[in-house]
């Protein structure tokens, strides 16, 4: 990766994710972000060394003294103290409605939503924030505690690499639940498609909010739900109810951009209010654009 145009961050996501496994993948996206961060006025992580320990396998041969190697041939990593170190929590909707693609060749909502929550944690383990999971559709199904130990990856990762639920959208329990897990103010960042009761969802934001702390809400969407890229005849289904509408995409898809436009809008207006950060997020677009939106609400915590 020794040019921009190679960073596997800025690549498309369906031909990265080909690449390899999950973590893979997430590992290639982290480094090549990081590597643009380097490049920035803004570092992003301020740190200060601390102490020595030894190499344990999994660790980020960055930071490797290379001169205690050659010298004493001892692999040993140094180790930083942070400035800061918060507790986060990302809350996955893994609903039947996330599991859709519009093309034959990208990744579904899910898949796509997957990789950025595996790259998001794996970035806050770095810099010694504890962060936590929750996956949720009807129900919660799975719940991993924060904790800031590099291994706890591995948890997360195996928990995203369990099928989903495929039920509905059950989103402010989850976010409740998300909110008492972050014992003191950190982040909540949720990842959806949105597809949800509003009502609910906004309720359990003002659990979290209320609770201080800082909440990303990441909106993925596939570029033809935002469109209306379909042929003329179609048939548009409802992937969480029996609902069916036969319909010629030329006739509702000025409508229809209309109303998902309104739709976005009205999210943006009503997240505002409770002091929430909203992004739409294509599942066509590079993991670099999600990490960024992500990261910039680690920022602005202490």
């Known amino acids: 990766m020794e040019s921009t145009r ?74 930083f103290e942070e400035e800061t170190n918060l507790r986060a929590a990302i809350v996955l909707d893994v609903s039947k409605s996330m599991d859709w693609k519009g093309t ?23 810099q010694k924030d504890a962060v936590g999971l929750v996956r949720y559709d009807d129900q919660l199904r799975s719940v991993i ?19 989903g639920g495929g039920g509905d959208s059950q989103m402010g329990a989850a976010l409740m639940h998300a909110g008492r897990m972050v014992s003191r103010p950190g982040i909540v960042i949720l990842v959806s498609d949105m597809l949800v009761d509003p009502e609910d969802t906004l309720s359990g934001l003002k659990a979290v909010r209320a609770g201080g702390h800082d909440v990303t809400v990441l909106h993925v969407m596939d570029r033809s739900e935002r469109e209306l890229d379909v042929a003329n005849e179609a048939i548009f289904a409802d992937t969480e109810t029996p609902l069916h509408v036969s319909a010629t995409a030329s006739e509702v898809r000025d409508a229809y951009r209309r109303t998902v436009d309104h739709a976005i809008q009205e999210w943006r207006d009503r997240l505002g209010a409770l002091g929430c950060s909203y992004e739409v997020v294509f599942s066509d677009e590079p993991f670099g654009v999600p990490l960024r939106k992500a990261f910039a609400a680690r920022q602005r915590l202490p």
């Open 6 to 79: 190679t960073r596997a961050d800025l690549l498309d996501p369906a031909q990265v994710a080909s690449l390899g496994r999950m973590e893979i993948v997430a590992r290639w996206v982290v480094e090549g972000f990081l590597q643009g961060l380097h490049r920035s006025p803004r570092k992003g992580f301020s740190v200060e060394f601390a102490e020595y320990r030894g190499y344990q396998p999994g660790d980020d041969l960055r930071y490797i003294d290379w001169k205690v190697v050659a010298r004493a041939d001892k692999w040993m990593i140094k180790q």
């Open 104 to 126: 034959a060749t990208g990744l579904t909502k899910l898949q796509y939503a997957e990789q950025i929550v595996a790259a998001v944690s794996l970035l806050l383990l770095r």
């Open 145 to 163: 505690p924060p904790k800031a130990r590099t291994i706890h990856w591995r948890r997360i990762i195996g928990a995203l690499e369990e099928p």
